[in-house]
């Protein structure tokens, strides 16, 4: 970080150990710790939780060093005024909390679930919904950062937008993504609701038609084909029910089939199996938070163990809990799988997911927007409420958005 007299090596070593070698007299050396106490104090300021993936994300805009976890959570550790909640957080998830809040605190616009017109006001919102609509928001490479990316975006997009709040922001793209299906997902990030993958299953699931199968590959096509399907999975588990999660992935290996609920009208395998259609042989078992399994209606359950729980249990399958749908599109094929990958007899692991920033069990990954303006930082912009990273397409110049570098310590 030039603008502080840090190089990157400095600040490696201070994410390592939270200590610099000394610039100068002990009142005029700016350490990290004050940096890091001055960024959550600004996103106090900017009603914005402090969570470790924004923690990481604002460090490497101001130094150009991105923290590892136990870098990240060092240096926390070793910054007066400051502790992690909960202090031991394995996951970027946790929250960096101040001993004392700084004046002009207003409260975190996420944990005061206001209404959509107290976020922001109807003309607000109606301009993020234009211009989240058109897409056009630069490629991330961090998938932790895809809410950031497109916060930055809509900040140098809109003048409306330009001055809310970077918690108000992040609200109204949470929003736009879980409500009002303005946002979508497509491998990973977010993309224009249309161009979604959340669009591509309603649409499949409006015309009967699979999501995520390739030319050739065989399916579930119909109800018996799904029963027996069910019966098989049961029967070769070893313990008389399988666990939901684990229906496609163990169709896939031992059926050699794809398992796709839009074939039968549904966009989640939950509401395909609580589908009248599917009849009263079978039924769902444990607990919804946690681990639902299927089994055959009436059937023992494992003894206790066996990694079956108990609570709730027998919840029939047989109510059609199916809603109508108002949207039509084509098929879009997935990507060839590896070879090898649809063995009858293999072992198949469970999908390991990371979590969405702002959802707490959204899974995402690295993927591509298509063509897209490349970005640069162009500075720090300080407000009212704190402060403001300008995050715009690099053919739009380097002079704008340029503000002063971050103080030090009083």
């Not at 809410?147 to 922001?169: M, P």
């Not at 089939?257 to 039924?283: A, Q, R």
């Amino acid at each position: 970080c030039p603008s502080l007299g840090w190089s990157r090596c400095d600040m490696a070593l201070a994410g390592r150990t939270g200590i610099l070698p000394r610039q100068g007299p002990a009142e005029d050396v700016f350490t990290p710790q004050h940096l890091m106490r001055w960024i959550v104090s600004s996103l106090y300021l900017d009603e914005a939780i402090p969570r470790g993936w924004l923690l990481q994300w604002y460090w490497s805009i101001l130094t150009g060093v991105k923290l590892g976890h136990p870098e990240l959570t060092s240096l926390i550790e070793s910054t007066s005024g400051v502790y992690m909640d909960p202090p031991t957080s394995k996951r970027l998830s946790f929250r960096a909390v101040l001993d004392e809040t700084p004046s002009g605190f207003r409260g975190f616009v996420q944990e005061d679930s206001l209404p959509a017109d107290e976020v922001v006001s109807p003309e607000a919102w109606k301009e993020a919904e234009a211009v989240l609509s058109e897409g056009g928001w630069p490629v991330t490479e961090e998938p932790l950062f895809k809410y950031i990316t497109v916060v930055c975006w809509i900040q140098d997009k809109s003048e409306v937008l330009a001055d809310i709040s970077f918690g108000r922001l992040l609200q109204i793209v949470n929003n736009c993504v879980h409500k009002r299906m303005i946002l979508g997902h497509r491998d990973g990030t977010l993309v224009p609701y249309k161009e979604s993958e959340e669009y591509d299953r309603v649409a499949n699931a409006l015309n009967g038609r699979p999501s995520g199968v390739n030319p050739g590959e065989d399916f579930v096509r119909d109800w018996e084909d799904l029963r027996q399907v069910l019966r098989t999975l049961i029967e070769q588990s070893g313990v008389g029910e399988i666990e939901v999660s684990q229906l496609k992935l163990q169709c896939r290996a031992r059926c050699q089939k794809e398992l796709s609920e839009t074939v039968f009208g549904h966009c989640s395998l939950t509401k395909l199996l609580d589908d009248s259609g599917l009849g009263p042989e079978f039924e769902i078992r444990g607990d919804p938070t946690t681990r639902l399994r299927v089994a055959i209606a009436g059937s023992a359950e494992p003894a206790s163990g066996s990694g079956s729980s108990p609570k709730e249990a027998g919840t029939a399958i047989g109510e059609d809990n199916s809603k109508s749908l108002d949207l039509a599109g084509e098929l879009t094929p997935r990507a060839p799988r590896p070879a090898g990958s649809s063995k009858p007899d293999a072992q198949v692991a469970p999908v390991q997911q990371e979590d969405d920033p702002l959802q707490d069990n959204d899974p995402w990954a690295n993927s591509s927007l298509g063509k897209v303006q490349k970005t640069e930082i162009t500075g720090v912009q300080s407000t009212s409420r704190g402060v403001r990273i300008r995050k715009v397409p690099a053919w739009r110049g380097r002079g704008r958005g340029r503000g002063p570098v971050p103080p030090g310590p009083s």
